[in-house]
């Protein structure tokens, strides 16, 4: 019996990988399956054109359950030969606007929902194309006349782009309710649907994937967890909370693979590996999925998934631990944006790998500090946010989106008045104008930091310094008894990430959340590490170095009182502060106890 908070781990098989399994390999999987622990197994029936039939799925059925719980799945997203129109983005996807596509998915489901009575889609499954047929549907719809290119364009524009995400999520929904969950319940009345999502959640509600409606007609949810390499692995967790927070208990599962994606490349590292399953196992899901088997023979990545079997009995332990789902940080609301073109895309898991604690949460209350990104500017009240008592940290593009929306109101809320420079150049920063912190080391002396406002009532807390000027790129107002942050130094998200800005930029941010949540990590290097604070007093530090760190923990004592430590070296401890360290590839435990 699997508890609440055991994951439950499979792996996925595709139709090709199937295909290629004689006696011997399907032998040697079985015995690398054991080896993992693995419990589950997900057969697909249908990826680029190539399609198993039943005879063969019920084959492969019959011997994988001998040692393991069997589902089903399906790549029904993907274009193989003699399906309808596609578009091709390095990979080939059906349009889901062609009857032709529709029908051959309908097919596809059904032969699948005669061998499982679980099923689960891969994430092709959204809307790709902007096709002439998805053209013609939308003028339709919505009683305009453009072209294809005239659309295209038009994106851009954020009342053009809101009617899109409408028009896209109901051409998903309706696909989905019609093709693939009706035929499948229609064959076999017991089948579950899963609907797997991808990583990019910026862009759910630009393809489709308006997750709330489609939860409605889904029996369960998954999501991809791919941290990728050159990308902020706090992704890896931050995507599950969000999704969560839009499906609630409808998620089921997580689900990564092993590539380095972008352009080129073929597997990823190791350290991006393990730090994308053990953020993924964090997010507290049922099941957690290897994609793919394939690549569990392949002895290159051998070393990758010896990573979760080193790692696997520490992370069960810690999900043990937690008694409270619920965290503790920067507030997000979990709001599907309908503007993808924006400066401040994936901020969340930039901010989670400084030390940022994060929450995802529908409720905001008074005297929580809330985020607040561009598309957010479109999506709240943010004048009610601020006369309710919430506190509201802006990044640099949610600031200057608020003034093109709210003009003078937004001046006022700001503390702000004239945009002096969208962008300078700088080679150190200062709390104060007498201390100055310089870039890290045999570095490049000059850094971009903007937008630059002229202050009108608000208070700068960090400048920036060029050798002449003093530039506010961090500073605070009080607007209707609320405070009110502004983050120039988003803007270059690298940068921020880097050791090319000094250290006080991330710290500064820490020290500001920290202030609000009562609990806040110090680091005098560019160290980049992830702080998970549950509410019942369980706080986790990752290591996201090549090397051993130290950092201490300040505590409010008002709030916590610390209780226990384990999982990491102490080097001090007293009743306001720790004082830790942690190997590279790690991560730690402190148990505090509310007073």
Request: charged content about 25%.
């Amino acid at each position: 019996m699997i508890s609440m908070k055991e994951f439950k781990l499979a792996v996925y098989v595709t139709a090709p990988t199937l295909r290629g399994l004689n006696e011997e390999r399907i032998k040697k999987l079985i015995e690398k399956f054991k080896e993992l622990g693995v419990v589950k197994i997900y057969l697909e029936n249908y990826r680029d054109g190539i399609m198993l039939d039943v005879n063969t799925m019920i084959k492969f059925k019959e011997v994988f359950e001998r040692e393991f719980e069997v589902a089903g799945g399906m790549a029904i997203g993907t274009w193989g030969e003699g399906w309808g129109e596609m578009e091709n983005y390095g990979f080939k996807v059906a349009c889901i606007a062609d009857e032709r596509n529709r029908e051959m998915v309908k097919n596809v489901v059904e032969e699948q929902a005669k061998v499982f009575d679980e099923i689960i889609i891969d994430d092709f499954w959204a809307n790709w194309c902007h096709s002439e047929k998805d053209v013609k549907l939308f003028n339709s719809m919505y009683g305009v006349n453009f072209t294809k290119g005239t659309l295209l364009k038009m994106l851009r524009d954020p009342v053009i782009s809101r009617l899109w995400c409408e028009y896209s999520s109901s051409l998903v929904y309706n696909a989905s309710r019609d093709y693939v969950v009706k035929p499948a319940k229609n064959v076999n009345e017991k089948v579950k649907i899963t609907l797997k999502v991808a990583e990019w959640r910026e862009d759910f509600y630009h393809r489709g994937l308006k997750l709330d409606k489609l939860a409605e007609i889904f029996d369960n949810i998954y999501v991809g967890t791919e941290a990728r390499e050159y990308t902020a692995r706090y992704g890896s967790l931050y995507i599950v909370d969000y999704v969560k927070g839009l499906v609630g208990d409808k998620l089921k599962g997580v689900w990564f693979d092993t590539f380095i994606g972008g352009e080129g490349g073929d597997y990823g590292s190791f350290k991006t590996y393990l730090q994308q399953f053990i953020l993924s196992a964090f997010g507290l899901t049922e099941e957690i999925t290897l994609f793919e088997a394939g690549d569990i023979l392949d002895p290159e990545r051998r070393s990758l998934f010896e990573s979760i079997m080193e790692n696997k009995e520490k992370v069960q332990r810690w999900r043990e631990d937690i008694r409270e789902y619920a965290s503790i940080g920067l507030k997000r609301i979990p709001l599907q944006h309908f503007m993808t073109q924006r400066f401040d895309k994936y901020v969340e898991d930039h901010l989670g790998i400084i030390g940022i604690p994060l929450e995802v949460s529908n409720v905001v209350n008074p005297s929580d500090i809330l985020l607040i990104t561009e598309s957010d500017i479109y999506h709240l009240d943010i004048v009610d946010l601020l006369n309710r008592g919430v506190n509201l940290m802006f990044t640099a593009s949610a600031a200057k989106k608020l003034i093109e929306v709210l003009g003078d109101t937004a001046l006022k809320i700001l503390g702000v008045g004239n945009l002096i420079y969208d962008s300078v150049s700088v080679n150190a920063l200062t709390r104060d104008g007498k201390t100055f912190y310089w870039s890290y080391y045999k570095r490049q002396a000059n850094f971009p930091v903007g937008p630059i406002f002229s202050l009108n009532g608000a208070t700068p807390i960090l400048y920036a310094y060029n050798g002449v000027e003093l530039h506010p790129v961090v500073f605070q107002n009080t607007y209707s008894n609320s405070k009110v942050y502004v983050l120039s130094l988003t803007t270059y998200l690298p940068y921020l990430i880097s050791e090319f800005y000094p250290s006080v930029a991330r710290q500064i941010i820490r020290d500001i959340v920290g202030d609000h949540i009562g609990i806040r990590a110090i680091a005098t290097y560019p160290f980049l590490f992830s702080l998970i604070i549950k509410r019942d007093g369980l706080v986790t530090v990752l290591n996201l170095n090549d090397f051993p760190i130290r950092l201490t923990l300040s505590v409010d004592p008002k709030r916590y009182k610390i209780n226990n430590i384990e999982g990491m070296k102490v080097l001090q401890s007293n009743e306001n502060e720790i004082r830790i360290r942690l190997k590279e590839n790690s991560f730690g435990i402190v148990r505090l106890e509310k007073v």
